[in-house]
Every structure is written in structure tokens, then in C-alpha cells.
């Protein structure tokens, strides 16, 4: 007979003593301390960049209150409850994403958002979390490492719905969908021989997607990355402007609120895709470095929690959480920086949005869950 006994993942605590409030509620503090700082840290720098709006600020908090929430209770779900839900709530979230082209919102030529009249959120968000779910639930229902019949149908259940977002179009976002799916596959265990042959054929898709698939202002924003000046105050200019604002913050910074590109609207989408510009205009190198050291920890965190959980599952399921969110910290950091091209992809829990607060909390709330679970066999 066994029983789950769940406790902070690598704790040595004394069952002698009382258990504290995050033991009663399954918070990993080691988790939470360092995404609250972030949170913290981010407010600043959104007020910065919404020109003092606290209006703005006021919807930010109420994203994170909801958000913080959705961690809460999702921390306090069994990993098996998890597992059992993860095909219907995956069904749930591509149900959500095939009625966005019915009954979607549109915004800035792009069909993404449902709207529900009080709440308006997009389904892809949603389906960054479900599609890990999911395809770990799978592979683990078949056996480690899979099989290739069972690779295969988890390729289907991972591109699928990522053609369905990227047809929004919103490619930024399909990326990191279909990230999160392929890392659960790689920490499956696949044989090298499939992940080779699976480079092999994306590489062989990237001309006819080139030709048949990207849309023409999505090729632009790929040339656009080699040759910025070809085009300084059209497909150019947000990238020069971004990579202007890095450049002038320095080490220091020039203080906060008295940054030139962001207070003078020369920064695009300063609340969002942008925002770590200001950062870095305001408060310099430092600043930025303060927000990879949190970054940092977070994923250390997620890895560990990762390595020591008790079920395949939980360490599939807690690997591919984590590796995508540092996939989302390298895409916006590489887009403003002009390393990487331009694919709308916010910084985490700095940017100003609402689903993709909700769903990254959801994300860590599921760490948590995993973190707080051991497993231990009654004699």
C-alpha cells in the first residue's frame, strides 16, 4: 500500500515539527520568492514605460492577483489528476483554438483572442501549458522511451495545433507551442536516430515554408534582422530604435523615468514585446542583469524540481515547463536585442498582458504541484 506525502522537493524537514502555511497550501517558497521579486521588479518598469499611467498598473495587478490565484489552486491538484485530465483538457484548449477563426477578435490584423463580453483571452496562451500535458501523458501511458509509432502520433498531437496558431497568424507564439511538446519528446529519451531524422526534415520544410507558408511581413521581419537600415523607418525601425535604447542605458542606467526612447514614444510596444528595452535604458546593465539573475533562479528551481521528482511524469512534465519558459527569455531578449527576428513574443511577467500571466502562473502552480508531491511506500 502507498500514500502521496507532499513536502518542498529536496526538503529535509522534520515531521516532528507543525507543518507551515506553504506546506499546508503546496508552495515551493524557493519557487514563489524569486517570481515575486520579478513581479515586483517588472511594475516598476511597466509604470516607466506606460508613462505613469496607473491605470495600466491597476489591470497588471489585477492579472497577477488572478494569476497568483490560478497558482494556488493548481499547486493543490494530485500530479495523478493531472495526468488523468491532460488528454480532456488538451481536447478543451484546441476546441477553444479552432473557434478563434469563427467567433476570434480581431486586433492589429491578427485573429487571435475569444471574447467573452466581462474577459477577453487568447486560446494559444492556453495551449502552451495543455500541449505538455498532454503529449507527457501520452508518452508515459506507452512507455519510456517511446516507440516510434509513438513519436510519431505525439509529432501529431504537437503540430496540429501549432499550424492552427501559426495560421492566426501568430508564429511567436506557435514556436513556443511547439517547443514545449518537443521538449517533453527529447526528455523522453527518443533515440538520436529519431532526433536526427526529425532535424533533417525541419530543415527540409524551411524553403517550401519560406515560399507557400510565411506571410510576406513575416519575411520581411526576417530580412529585416540582417539589414535593418534597408528600411529605417518602416520594418527597421523597432529594432533600431530597441537596440538604441539598450545601447544609451550603459551600466548604469539613466534613471528611472527619465529614459529618452520610451518617454518619447520612439520605443514601439514599450508596454510589451519591448518593454526590457526600458529596462535597460532606465537602469542600465545592472538592471538587466538583476533580471537574468531572477530568471536564473526560476529555472534552476524548475530543473531541480524537474530532477527530483518521484514519476516520469512529474520530471517530463516539470523539464518541459521550465525549458519553454527560458525559450520565451531568450526569444524576447534575442527579437530586442536584434539577434533573433521580430515574432511578437512578451517578456515573462514583465510585459503587460493577461493571458500570458495566467497561464505562466498556471505553469509554475503545476511546478509547485510537482514539487510538494513525494511519493513514499507504507511498510
Known sequence: MSEYVRFMAGSTRDFSRPPTIADRLHIDLALLAPIITLVVMGMFVLFSAADGDWNTIARQGRNFVVGFGVFLVIAQVRLETLERLAPFLYIAALLLLLLVPLLGVGSKGAQRWLSLGFIRFQPSEIMKVMMPLAVAAWIVRHGLPPRPGVTLTALLLIGFPAAVIASQPDLGTAILVAASGMFVLFMSGVS???????????????????????????????????????????????????????????????????????????????????????????????????????????????????????????????????????????????????????????????????????????????????????????Q
Do not use: H
Open 192 to 378: 538520436w536516430w529519431q532526433i536526427v531524422s526529425g532535424a533533417v526534415a525541419a530543415i527540409a520544410c524551411v524553403w517550401p515554408a519560406w515560399l507557400f507558408l510565411l506571410r510576406d511581413y513575416q519575411k520581411q521581419r526576417i530580412l529585416t534582422l540582417f539589414d535593418p537600415e534597408a528600411d529605417k523607418l518602416g520594418a527597421g525601425w523597432n529594432i533600431i530604435q530597441s537596440k538604441t535604447a539598450i545601447g544609451s542605458g550603459g551600466w548604469s542606467g539613466k534613471g528611472w523615468l527619465q529614459g529618452t526612447q520610451s518617454q518619447l514614444d520612439f520605443l514601439p510596444e514599450s508596454q510589451t514585446d519591448f518593454i526590457i528595452a526600458v529596462l535597460a535604458e532606465e537602469w542600465g546593465l545592472r538592471g538587466v542583469l538583476c533580471l537574468l539573475i531572477l530568471y536564473g533562479l526560476i529555472a534552476a528551481r524548475g530543473l531541480w524540481i524537474s530532477f527530483t521528482a518521484q514519476t516520469s511524469y512529474g520530471r517530463l512534465l516539470a523539464s518541459a515547463v521550465t525549458l519553454t519558459f527560458c525559450v520565451y527569455v531568450v526569444v524576447n531578449m534575442g527579437m530586442v536585442a536584434g539577434i533573433l527576428p521580430v515574432v511578437g513574443v512578451p517578456l515573462p511577467l514583465v510585459s503587460f498582458g493577461g493571458t500570458s500571466i495566467v497561464t505562466l502562473l498556471l505553469g509554475f502552480g503545476i511546478l509547485s504541484a510537482i514539487s510538494t508531491e513525494r511519493r513514499i511506500m507504507a
